[in-house]
């Protein structure tokens, strides 16, 4: 399996590309802005899109699915949770930001915690990990997890959003945190990094911050 990135817009989003080399097969991950340089990395991979997964729908993971789809008009895949952000709270915060917005036309399709998504011979496990969005997920393989913005290096996502809940982001770190220790972390902003790494120097999973301010 091979994860190219190409980091895009006002809010410097990953986007990911997931590529099974033994079939040829790839997923968009987070398609957030700039499509295309998003259809260049998908034409450069020489592999065939399958699907657009998205771990939330905040405006800057979501603003090029359409520009995407006018290329590849694959599935997009979405947890229902985030579904008001998708339909209608991205547009607005987008006007807020004073940024052009792309409405995504496509219905995504619902996934669950569980589900298990196919990319060729590769197979990713949907953990649910609300608390930055209601219905933020994180895409994880053998070695590999597609967090968005969950867990960064040396941080985590934000919880003063409109839908956030602290509480559940508790919840959701110390879930993440139980997969193994070498699993390489893809977030939705800044560099790569590892669960053993970020459980040994990140305040947020070491204990000396919390998500929920007491
Ligand atoms: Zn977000
Ligand atoms: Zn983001």
């Not at 789809?69 to 607005?92: G, I, K, N, T, W």
């Not at 930001?97 to 569980?114: M, R, S, T």
């Not at 298990?116 to 011979?121: A, D, F, I, K, N």
């Not at 219905?135 to 956030?164: K, M, Y």
Request: glycine share 8%; with cysteine.
């Amino acid at each position: 399996m091979k994860i190219d990135v190409r980091t895009v817009g006002a809010f410097e989003e990953n986007c990911y590309l997931v590529v099974d080399e033994t079939s040829g097969r790839a997923v968009l991950v987070d398609p957030g802005d700039d499509g295309p340089r998003l259809i260049e990395m998908v034409q450069a991979s020489g592999a065939v899109l399958d699907a657009i997964w998205l771990t939330h729908a905040h405006l800057d993971h979501i603003g090029a699915i359409n520009s995407v789809r006018a290329v590849y008009p694959v599935p997009v895949r979405l947890h229902p949770l985030d579904l008001p952000f998708y339909e209608s709270m991205s547009a607005q915060a987008a006007r807020m930001y004073g940024l052009p917005w792309d409405q995504p036309a496509v219905a995504p399709v619902p996934i669950d915690d569980g589900d298990v998504l196919t990319c060729g011979s590769a197979r990713f496990t949907v953990m649910h990990v609300p608390g930055h969005a209601p219905g933020h997920v994180s895409f994880n393989a053998d070695d590999i997890a597609l967090s968005g913005d969950l867990l960064f290096t040396g941080s985590i996502g934000r919880t003063d959003l409109p839908l956030c809940d602290p509480y559940a982001m508790d919840t959701s770190l110390v879930r993440f945190g139980t997969l193994p220790a070498t699993t390489k972390v893809y977030p939705g902003h800044g560099a790569a990094t590892t669960i053993g790494r970020e459980l040994e120097t990140d305040p947020f999973l070491t204990g000396r911050a919390r998500a929920i301010k007491r």
